[in-house]
């Protein structure tokens, strides 16, 4: 059995620690960076999934359905294109380039640049990437509905836009 005193301090201590967490977990509900941060962590989880089969991570199945469906872009215009630096790129085309994925030929445009092609491997998987991805979409789109999907992507684009 514990005393008066005891039992009040540890009320005031309980009490304390839970107006400390609900502090915490909402003070950053209406953070932009912090709710979008969990989303993409989120996001990459669910997109990571759908690449394993193929050992890609998200970014080097992206980026791999951009060279396929545009073979013969620099690197730049690729970093452009999914609005990533041009060092996360070449990390990544390495990465595509170390599974023979890729290859990278000396540009006629530019003697300083090389332009990107998807090597036989990665032709023979274009159409199975591309439908493992429109496989995430379908499920989110189910789960969160198809205007709700529809309507974030759409505000989501506008502020990245806003904000170059």
């Not at 509900?29 to 050992?55: I, S, V």
């Not at 159409?127 to 992507?153: C, I, M, P, W, Y």
């Amino acid at each position: 059995m514990i005393d008066a005193n005891t039992a009040h301090r540890w009320l005031t201590i309980i009490v304390a620690l839970l107006i400390i967490m609900i502090y915490i977990g909402s003070m950053f509900d209406h953070c932009l960076y912090f709710n979008t941060t969990a989303l993409a962590r989120q996001l990459e989880g669910e997109w990571a999934k759908a690449f394993e089969p193929f050992d890609l991570t998200p970014p080097q199945a992206f980026l791999l359905r951009a060279i396929l469906d545009q073979p013969g872009l620099m690197q730049y215009e690729l970093a452009n294109a999914l609005t990533i630096s041009r060092p996360t790129a070449t990390r990544a085309l390495d990465g595509l380039k170390a599974k023979g994925l890729i290859e990278r030929r000396n540009s006629e445009r530019d003697g300083r640049e090389q332009a990107i092609f998807p090597t036989a491997p990665a032709i023979a998987m274009h159409t199975s990437l591309n439908e493992a991805s429109v496989q995430v979409g379908k499920r989110l789109k189910k789960l969160l509905g198809a205007d709700v999907f529809a309507d974030t992507v759409t505000k989501i684009r506008g502020v990245r836009a806003a904000l170059k």
